[in-house]
């Protein structure tokens, strides 16, 4: 079971504005630790130079697309492990196979809730910790 406070996501995503909604719905989630790329090149840069537990892209994006960025990120030995989310307008079923067979681990159509992003992260990682720390003891304070 992962605390959200320790997980670091990388979020991708040509729109400055998605990127940032992307953001408020993680912190919303608890998750603090975000760095955000506009784009695939960026978002690889970021990767080779420090890890991730989970991976946010879109899928149009100019320089790089969500599926072209998502193979080069499974061709890699270390970062291919990498759980990764796929996001976009696109919600045709052929449409969804391309981005899965291009390896991404869930698929989320925009717009997208808290609550959907929740269940694509716990779906992926497992049951997400909230709580910095547990109690022990059956005492209430």
Known sequence: MPVVHNLNV???DDQPSMRGLTKVCL???GIDRIIDAG???EALDAMNKQRFDLVISDWLMPDMDG???VKKVRGHPILGRTPFIMTSTRELDDEISIAVEA???KYLVKPFSVEALKECLEALLGELETTRARTTSGSAA
Do not use: N
Request: no cysteine; aromatic share 6%.
């Open 27 to 29: 912190k919303r989630l």
């Open 67 to 69: 599926v072209e960025f």
């Open 103 to 105: 390896g991404v681990d």
């Open 10 to 12: 990388l979020v991708v």
């Open 39 to 41: 784009t695939g090149r």
